[in-house]
């Protein structure tokens, strides 16, 4: 079969020269079997119950902290590896390391938070709303000692829920976070109250809740989040008229080279060519200035490789090998020969 996979003329010769080489790939990179049965002959240490029970909780650890798939090591690639390594010890399944290894994990992972918060004399509290995996919306509660330690996540209503009613939510996780920043079996009345500030975002509902908090005696210091208000400071920013007509030309800019197919293996050629590196676009988000910068940056980073590309396509056809029928839209030629476009993105960059 091989022989005829090599000759035939039907089959073109690439495949020809693989099938030429499937040979010499079996013998040289299959695993050996008599190294595998050697492997498994070797002796290997015993292991009680509890080493076995310790040896799952480190790989339970390390799973769980590297946020790697459960089910990764289920695959019988994997088994056969280990069973290689040690036969006498396979590593948990993805049902244990799902249940009782992460119920283990996270145990573990909260007497280390208090070991931290018990050597920290003063703790801030925050509360920043998130969406997880399932869209759903959620505020998670961070300790800060300065470091953030994830405490909890407050459970959101079905219907909106009033200042008031939040205020007595984090009031009961500062309580017990006080408590649990102290040793145990410590009365009330001898308690540290090591959380001594919270922080939130800006919106009217979390001012209000710092308010009732600092009112309340439940904290000495509240305040703003900075990055929230810088956040909200730039994109007051971008609604400038100025700025809105900058941001609309790169937004156009960054799709058309993104979107476009051609367009975009042209600048990817270019990119290296003239830049020395391929790029992508990054596209703008509205809802975090970060990511208008980045574009910005991005823009001024591979001008030269965006304006070769309206000189390569009008002048290069030929001598680069462009589709002779291939046109760039008017707007793009346009705006990229525009030099207000590139004075605008660098005054951006500099805001």
């Known amino acids: 079969m091989l022989s005829h996979l090599a000759s035939c003329p039907n089959i073109m010769r690439s495949i020809g020269r693989l099938a030429d080489s499937l040979d010499d790939c079996s013998e040289t990179h299959a695993i050996n079997p008599f190294l595998v049965d050697q492997l498994k002959a070797k002796s290997h240490p015993s292991y009680s119950r509890d080493e076995r029970a310790t040896l799952d909780q480190a790989f339970a650890r390390a799973v769980h902290r590297t946020g790697t798939e459960f089910s990764l090591f289920d695959h019988p690639a994997y088994r ?27 145990q573990d992972i909260m007497m280390e938070m208090r070991r931290n918060l018990l050597a920290s004399s003063a703790l801030t509290v925050a509360v920043d709303g998130a969406t997880n995996v399932l869209s759903r919306s959620m505020s998670n509660v961070i300790v800060h000692d300065p470091r953030p330690w994830f405490a909890e996540y407050l459970k959101s209503n079905l219907k909106k829920e009033t200042a008031g009613e939040v205020f007595g939510k984090v009031a009961s996780v500062i309580s017990r976070l006080n408590e649990f920043a102290n040793p145990p079996g410590t009365d009330e009345a001898d308690q540290i109250k090591r959380v001594f500030a919270f922080v939130s975002d800006s919106c009217n509902l979390m001012r209000a809740v710092r308010t009732l908090l600092y009112n309340e005696g439940v904290v000495r210091l509240t305040y703003g989040c900075s990055a929230h208000a810088l956040n909200n400071f730039c994109e007051d920013i971008a609604k400038l008229t100025s700025m809105k007509t900058g941001i609309r030309r790169a937004v156009f800019i960054s799709k058309t080279i993104k979107n476009q197919n051609l367009l975009s293996k042209i600048f990817s050629e270019l990119s ?19 990511s208008v910068n980045l574009m910005f940056v991005r823009l001024r980073r591979v001008k030269r490789a965006i304006t070769g590309v309206v000189s390569a396509v009008l002048n290069e056809k030929e001598e680069r090998a462009i589709d002779e029928a291939y046109e760039l839209p008017a707007e793009f030629v346009t705006t990229v020969m525009d030099g207000s476009f590139w004075r605008s993105i660098s005054t951006s960059v500099s805001i």
Request: charged share 15%.
């Open 80 to 106: 056969t590896f280990f069973e290689m390594l040690s036969p006498v010890y396979s590593p948990p399944l993805s049902g244990e390391l799902s249940t009782s290894l992460l119920s283990d994990s996270y």
């Open 272 to 290: 290296k060519e003239l830049v020395g590196k391929s790029y992508a676009m990054v596209l703008y988000s509205a809802s975090r200035w970060s």
